[in-house]
């Protein structure tokens, strides 16, 4: 078996996309940040000391999915064209549902930035959070859908719920 991240001598490597032509790429990621009662309370009433949790997540999303090449080592650096993530609070579900989508027109997929900008986001909802419990569970990040490249389209499939929290 022929790995296409290591060289003939098991040496990790970038795979070589350099005769690959650009092509519009879209990838969509979604995940959760499960909130106990005190903090979702804080959350929705904006009573949380260190201030706008679902907009600095928002922004910590952005950037995680513009500097994820250099958090995940064999990642390519890409353009990227668009990138927005949305945090808001469900009521049903006690959480904050992290959505991201990212656009680029380039030679390689955005997958990797999408989900790095929801768990970027979600860590952020954490980081603001933990003073008033540490309760808090990230889960259900997934790949939503995928446009573009070699493998084409990708959708979650119909009917495919995100987990829930196991409470």
Do not use: N
Not at 62 to 84: F, M, N, W, Y
Not at 116 to 123: F, I
Not at 137 to 154: F, N, P
Request: charged residues 25%.
């Amino acid at each position: 078996m022929s790995f296409t991240h290591m060289d003939g001598e098991g040496h990790p490597v970038m795979v070589d996309v350099g005769e690959k032509l650009p092509s519009a790429r879209e990838a969509r990621a979604e995940g959760w940040v499960r909130l106990p009662q005190g903090v979702y309370d804080a959350i929705a009433s904006r009573e949380v000391k260190k201030g706008d949790v679902l907009g600095v997540a928002e922004i910590a999303g952005i950037q995680g999915a513009k500097a994820t090449a250099s958090l995940i080592p064999l990642c390519h650096p890409l353009r990227l064209d668009e990138v927005r993530v949305r945090c808001r609070l469900d009521s049903c579900a006690r959480a904050v549902h992290v959505e991201s989508v990212v656009r680029a027109r380039d030679v390689t997929g955005v997958e990797m930035e999408a989900l790095t900008a929801v768990s970027l986001a979600a860590l952020t909802v954490y980081d603001m959070c933990k003073a008033i419990d540490k309760g808090m569970a990230i889960d259900g990040v997934r790949l939503t859908y995928k446009s573009g490249g070699k493998s084409g389209t990708y959708r979650v499939p119909e009917g495919s719920a995100a987990p829930s929290s196991g409470e």
